[in-house]
């Protein structure tokens, strides 16, 4: 590739843009939530949980809009820490409902303000007003590019 398509390239293709900032964005949270033994994909899946608890394993895969095999990977580690719980549905033999534990509501509080930090990093960048828009602009993104 030349310099000039290079450039074209870069500034113009969509997915290697937001992927690009969804790097580095995970990076400045990974950071701020190391000293919690947290990622940021493990404080999302807590928070998650919060408002959703008992949820099946599908359902949230669905909200996420990630892969249930992927999802069920990212949710090992909470539970091994003893932060997240797995159930058999009662109903559908085959399903199995998330519940957060005692121990995941005490990090997912306790890790709050290394989550803060990262949100306000972010938010210096943008602007606030920016950061609401551009927020808003992603989640009306992701409801019109349903399948």
Same mark, same amino acid.
């Given at each position: *590739?030349?310099?000039?398509?290079?450039?074209?390239?870069?500034?113009?293709? #969509?997915?290697?843009?937001?992927?690009? +900032? +969804?790097?580095?964005?995970?990076?400045?949270?990974?950071? !701020?939530?190391? &000293?919690?033994?947290?990622?940021?994909?493990?404080?999302? %899946?807590?928070?998650?949980?919060?408002?959703?608890?008992?949820? /099946?394993?599908? +359902?949230?895969?669905?909200? %996420?809009? *990630?892969?249930?095999?992927? !999802?069920? $990977?990212?949710?090992? &580690?909470?539970? $091994?820490?003893?932060?997240?719980?797995?159930?058999?549905?009662?109903?559908?033999?085959? #399903?199995?409902?998330?519940?957060?534990?005692?121990?995941?509501?005490?990090?997912? /509080?306790?890790?709050? &303000?290394?989550?803060?930090?990262?949100?306000?990093?972010?938010?210096?960048?943008?602007?606030?007003?920016? /950061?609401?828009?551009?927020? /808003?602009?992603?989640?009306? *993104?992701?409801?019109?590019?349903?399948?």
């Amino acid at each position: *590739m030349t310099e000039n398509t290079d450039r074209e390239f870069k500034s113009t293709c #969509s997915a290697s843009l937001f992927r690009k +900032a +969804a790097r580095r964005i995970t990076q400045i949270y990974d950071q !701020l939530l190391e &000293p919690y033994g947290l990622t940021i994909t493990q404080y999302g %899946l807590l928070g998650h949980l919060k408002h959703f608890d008992g949820i /099946s394993v599908g +359902a949230l895969a669905e909200k %996420l809009v *990630m892969d249930p095999t992927t !999802l069920t $990977r990212n949710l090992r &580690p909470l539970e $091994r820490k003893g932060y997240v719980t797995l159930t058999q549905d009662d109903k559908d033999r085959r #399903s199995r409902n998330l519940n957060l534990t005692d121990s995941g509501r005490k990090i997912f /509080s306790a890790a709050r &303000p290394g989550w803060e930090a990262a949100q306000e990093r972010i938010e210096n960048v943008l602007g606030s007003e920016d /950061s609401s828009l551009l927020a /808003s602009k992603i989640d009306r *993104m992701i409801e019109d590019l349903r399948d």
